[in-house]
């Protein structure tokens, strides 16, 4: 079962900056999850709210500031105790210092609440640039996007992400549109939902997985991988089984 890093190590490092991702390899995670947007001058930023303000000290949208703007805002707001500053990461400085680390990289494509333009081709493109597609899968609350990403990285593995509510029949619908992963709210995982995706040779990525108790559950069941705010914890517990 994979250790999948959420935002890199966001429990304990600012979520989606360098810090973090660097702490998820150091910790022994086997794959990173982030979140990509485009900017105002097109380019493609790895942040994972669509509004700022929340964990990275700035105002207003991400569509609506250029990088130069967006560089200059500190993304370490969540933890003033550990670092001055953390900037907002491009993608393709990501890809650049990934494709030298022994990991994979679950891309979350960000366009369910504003779809950019063009966010697949941009973000197809730097994965190409770096040869990383071997080591490259996308997610997405938008399955439309998801699609658009099988027609240009076939070779790339894709996730539907659900709500926490889950999905009836989900094995059918993933195996339907060429999706090889189902990727949960842990809590909504049902036994239905298990068996379907069992049936339809579906893998089960679960968010998000913080709590031993769970964790347990999850290698029980036979999930894929779990994506969780503390890999060092997940990586010393599988490494005990």
Same mark, same amino acid.
């Given at each position: 079962?994979?250790?999948?890093a959420?935002?890199g190590?966001?429990g304990?490092y ?6 973090a991702f ?6 022994g995670?086997?794959?990173?999850e982030?979140?990509v947007?485009?900017t105002?001058?097109g380019q ?10 929340r ?5 207003g949208?991400?569509k609506?500031h250029?990088?130069?703007?967006l560089?200059?805002?500190?993304? =370490?707001?969540l933890? @003033?105790?550990? +670092?001055?500053? %953390?900037r907002?990461?491009? !993608?393709?400085?990501y890809?650049?210092? =990934?494709a030298g680390? @022994?990991?994979s +990289?679950n891309? %979350?494509?960000?366009?369910g !609440? ?8 941009k973000?197809?493109?730097i994965?190409k640039?770096y040869?990383?597609?071997?080591r ?10 998801l ?5 240009l ?10 709500s926490r509510f889950g999905?009836g029949?989900a ?7 060429g999706?090889e992963?189902?990727?949960p709210?842990?809590a909504?995982v049902?036994?239905?939902i298990?068996?379907?995706?069992r049936q339809y040779?579906?893998q ?11 964790l347990?559950r999850?290698?029980e069941r036979?999930y894929?991988g779990?994506?969780?705010n503390?890999p ?5 517990w599988?490494?005990?089984r």
């Amino acid at each position: 079962m994979k250790v999948i890093a959420h935002r890199g190590y966001s429990g304990k490092y600012p979520e989606n900056t360098m810090l973090a991702f660097e702490k998820a390899v150091e910790a022994g995670c086997d794959e990173i999850e982030l979140d990509v947007h485009i900017t105002k001058d097109g380019q493609v930023v790895v942040c994972h709210d669509e509004i700022l303000g929340r964990a990275v000290d700035g105002a207003g949208a991400v569509k609506d500031h250029t990088y130069d703007e967006l560089r200059r805002m500190n993304a =370490a707001k969540l933890f @003033p105790q550990l +670092t001055e500053f %953390e900037r907002i990461p491009l !993608f393709d400085e990501y890809c650049a210092w =990934a494709a030298g680390q @022994p990991i994979s +990289t679950n891309v %979350e494509l960000k366009t369910g !609440f504003y779809y950019y333009e063009d966010i697949e081709e941009k973000t197809a493109e730097i994965v190409k640039k770096y040869g990383l597609q071997e080591r490259m899968m996308f997610s997405s609350f938008n399955h439309v996007s998801l699609l658009r990403m099988k027609q240009l990285l076939p070779e790339c593995g894709c996730g539907a992400l659900i709500s926490r509510f889950g999905m009836g029949n989900a094995g059918y619908y993933c195996s339907r549109y060429g999706f090889e992963y189902y990727h949960p709210d842990y809590a909504g995982v049902t036994d239905e939902i298990l068996e379907s995706c069992r049936q339809y040779g579906i893998q089960i990525n679960a968010w998000t997985v913080n709590d031993m108790e769970e964790l347990s559950r999850a290698y029980e069941r036979g999930y894929a991988g779990v994506i969780t705010n503390e890999p060092l914890a997940c990586r010393e517990w599988l490494d005990k089984r």
